[in-house]
């Protein structure tokens, strides 16, 4: 029998400056192997993927390549997930950052929040973690503890999901 049409649902991946771009490239392409058979040779979508900048143009990423997300935080759709890339700029914290606000008008309507290594210092900030057990990068584990001492967290695990919260050590253990 064929597979009815359904909705894939939507995937936002935030591109913070100074991004890692193989967080964004592997996520996306995960996603996107993500198809069903349709019974007559296509194939369904079950993820639409959206590359979300936090603001307009293109993004500069930690080994130079320059990405044009598709929208930004203030234009973006509903999303299912939301997934954040780590970046080298992410450690740098600034508690005006409009992603911070985004997240927290967005959470309640968003099914799960994921971060990939560094990503965890786009989502700390807010304290939607504070309790929660997290993982990251190895490297940043002990400033990660030392910023948030609220977080429960250690570098042993690959993935950690607390809640709608998904904490990783980066793309590949994401």
Same mark, same amino acid.
């Given at each position: 029998?064929?597979? +009815?049409?359904?909705?894939?649902?939507?995937?936002?991946?935030?591109?913070?400056?100074?991004?890692?771009?193989?967080?964004?490239?592997?996520?996306?392409?995960?996603?996107?192997?993500?198809?069903?058979?349709?019974?007559?040779?296509?194939?369904?979508?079950?993820?639409?993927?959206?590359?979300?900048?936090?603001?307009?143009?293109?993004?500069?990423?930690?080994?130079?390549?320059?990405?044009?997300? +598709?929208?930004?935080?203030?234009?973006?759709?509903? #999303?299912?997930?939301?997934?954040?890339?780590?970046?080298?700029? +992410?450690?740098?914290?600034?508690?005006?950052?409009?992603?911070?606000?985004?997240? #927290? +008008?967005?959470?309640?309507?968003?099914?799960?929040?994921?971060?990939?290594?560094?990503?965890?210092?786009? #989502?700390?900030?807010?304290? #939607?973690?504070?309790?929660?057990?997290?993982?990251?990068?190895?490297?940043?584990?002990?400033?990660?503890?030392?910023?948030?001492?609220?977080?429960?967290?250690?570098?042993?695990?690959?993935?950690?999901?607390?809640?709608?919260?998904?904490?990783?050590?980066?793309?590949?253990?994401?």
């Amino acid at each position: 029998f064929p597979v +009815q049409a359904m909705a894939p649902k939507h995937i936002g991946i935030i591109i913070p400056e100074r991004a890692v771009a193989s967080h964004v490239s592997t996520t996306a392409d995960a996603f996107a192997a993500a198809v069903l058979d349709d019974g007559f040779g296509g194939r369904i979508p079950c993820y639409r993927i959206w590359s979300i900048g936090v603001k307009g143009g293109p993004v500069t990423t930690e080994s130079g390549l320059s990405l044009t997300p +598709q929208t930004t935080l203030e234009n973006s759709p509903s #999303l299912a997930t939301v997934i954040i890339a780590g970046s080298s700029n +992410q450690n740098r914290i600034n508690l005006r950052d409009p992603l911070f606000e985004w997240i #927290l +008008q967005r959470v309640s309507e968003t099914r799960r929040i994921a971060v990939l290594g560094t990503g965890i210092y786009s #989502l700390a900030p807010t304290g #939607l973690l504070d309790g929660r057990e997290v993982t990251t990068h190895w490297k940043m584990t002990r400033d990660v503890a030392a910023r948030f001492p609220a977080l429960r967290g250690s570098h042993l695990r690959r993935v950690v999901k607390d809640g709608p919260f998904y904490t990783s050590a980066g793309p590949t253990s994401g």
